[in-house]
Each structure stands twice: as structure tokens, then as C-alpha cells.
Antibody, heavy 117, light 110 residues
Framework: EVQLVESGGGLVQPGGSLRLSCAAS????????MHWVRQVPGKGLVWVSR????????TYADSVKGRFTISRDNAKNTLYLQMNSLRAEDTAVYYC??????????WGRGTLVTVSS | QTVVTQEPSFSVSPGGTVTLTCGLS?????????PSWYHQTPGQAPRTLIY???TRSSGVPDRFSGSILGNKAALTITGAQADDESDYYC??????????FGGGTKLTVL
């Protein structure tokens, strides 16, 4: 069974940093692209970032480009999202998801990031 | 910037059939956008229904089907049930490693 478990969320001040993790199990992590998606409570889903299976290529939504960095450790079956220069509008639940044929086939339960002073 | 469009809300009777759509503010959706569909109930993570236009995710009943209808991607639900209520999202692959979600459709079964 595919399992994705996010962690690392919490309260951070504007301008601060946070690193999210996503522990993967139940599939061969090193062979799948992975994504981060976020959702402001009560609002819609927003795609954030994607990384290729071997980590060789990353892409980002314009809203986070230059501030967020997606990475992975295939030996540890873990996906990361380093978030710097955080803003109030980055407050959201962050989900990791496994890519299958350009769709987000499996999701974690999410971790809440709150940016507030 | 291209916007992915979805109906804000839709209503269906129990046992009925409903088709939700996913379009573009400019242009037509084709299979090359690899449309996928998700259902989300309050407080829960999204559940994948359909990916790559018409492939059902594991465990999804065949009441759910995906297609291209005209210039949009479509999700058809047949035999609607009470637990089909809540929010449905589509996402399109825009190329160059970029995905864009639609704003979501709130489905009511009554």
C-alpha cells in the first residue's frame, strides 16, 4: 500500500524558513516523479512544485519560484520542500503526491504551515 | 496566464448522472494535457479518481469516468450517491513541467 506522510509544518514568522518532509513507502520511490501541492483552508488546491525521479529536474509555480526548493533523498525514500522568505500567503496545508502518467495518483494527509507574527 | 476553468457548483439527484467539466480560458483541452480528477471532502486529503484523461485510480468504482467532451475534459458520475458530495478538482499538465488546478466544483447530491 502506498503511504505518504508529511511532516515539518508549524508556525513560523514572516520572512522565516521551514523544511517539510514527506516519507514514502509501499512503492519504489526512486522511480517516480513527486509533487507538492498546497491548499489554504477553505480554498482550492494549488500546484507548487515537481521533481523528477532522479532529482535531475525541478519545476515551480511562479508564486514560490526563487523561495522554495524541492529535493529528494532516494536512499531515504523522502521528499523535501525547503521554504524560505515565507509570507502570510504561504499559509496552507501542504500535501505531497506521487505522479503517475502526469496525474497525482496518491496523496499524503498534509501538514499545516502557518506564517504569522 | 491561462486559467483552468470548472463550474463553481453543480447539483444532481440521487441515482442521477452528472458531468463536470474542466476547460481553459484560452484554447481547448486535449489528451496532451493529461487531465486528472480529484474528490475532496472537508478536512480530508484529496482522493484521486481519474488520471491521464480516463484511467481510473485504484479502487475507484466504474461509476466515475473521464473523457474529452468537445474542448474540455469531463468527469461523468453515474448513479450519484450521497457520499459523492463535496468538492471536485481537475488539474492539467500545461507542459514545461507546470501543472495548474481548476478552481473546483462543489457538487450537491439532493
Amino acid at each position: 500500500e502506498v503511504q505518504l506522510v508529511e511532516s515539518g509544518g508549524g508556525l513560523v514568522q514572516p520572512g522565516g524558513s521551514l523544511r517539510l518532509s514527506c516519507a514514502a513507502s509501499g512503492f519504489t520511490f526512486s522511480t517516480y516523479w513527486m509533487h507538492w501541492v498546497r491548499q489554504v483552508p477553505g480554498k482550492g488546491l494549488v500546484w507548487v512544485s515537481r521533481i523528477r525521479a532522479d532529482g535531475s529536474s525541478t519545476t515551480y509555480a511562479d508564486s514560490v519560484k526563487g523561495r522554495f526548493t524541492i529535493s529528494r533523498d532516494n536512499a531515504k525514500n523522502t521528499l523535501y520542500l525547503q521554504m524560505n522568505s515565507l509570507r502570510a500567503e504561504d499559509t496552507a496545508v501542504y500535501y505531497c503526491a506521487r505522479d503517475v502518467q502526469y496525474g497525482l495518483a496518491d496523496w499524503g494527509r498534509g501538514t499545516l504551515v502557518t506564517v504569522s507574527s | 496566464q491561462t486559467v483552468v476553468t470548472q463550474e463553481p457548483s453543480f447539483s444532481v439527484s440521487p441515482g442521477g448522472t452528472v458531468t463536470l467539466t474542466c476547460g481553459l480560458s484560452s484554447g481547448s483541452v486535449a489528451t496532451t494535457y493529461y487531465p486528472s480528477w480529484y474528490h475532496q471532502t472537508p478536512g480530508q486529503a484529496p482522493r484521486t479518481l481519474i488520471y491521464n484523461t480516463n484511467t481510473r485510480s485504484s479502487g475507484v468504482p466504474d461509476r466515475f469516468s473521464g473523457s474529452i467532451l468537445g474542448n474540455k475534459a469531463a468527469l461523468t458520475i453515474t448513479g450519484a450517491q450521497a457520499d459523492d458530495e463535496s468538492d471536485y478538482y481537475c488539474v492539467l499538465y500545461m507542459g514545461s513541467g507546470i501543472w495548474v488546478f481548476g478552481g473546483g466544483t462543489k457538487l450537491t447530491v439532493l
